[in-house]
C-alpha cells in the first residue's frame, strides 16, 4: 500500500475549529512541516477537508 507524504504550506490562524482540529490530528503543527502517513480513505478524507491548507504527494 502507499503512503503519503502531507506537508502544511498555509498557516492556520483564521482557520476554522474543524480545519484546526483535522490538521492537528494528521500531525501537523508548523508551516513546512511534512508527514508520513498510510493511504487510505480516513485519510483521504481528512486532506480533502483541508486541502487548502496543505500540499501532499504519494510515495
Known sequence: MAN?????VKSTNKARSKETATITALGLR????SVEKADNEAIRGM?????????????
Open 30 to 33: 508548523k508551516i513546512g512541516q
Open 47 to 59: 486532506l480533502k477537508v483541508v486541502s487548502h491548507y496543505v500540499a501532499f504527494e504519494e510515495i
Open 4 to 8: 503519503l507524504k502531507i506537508t502544511l
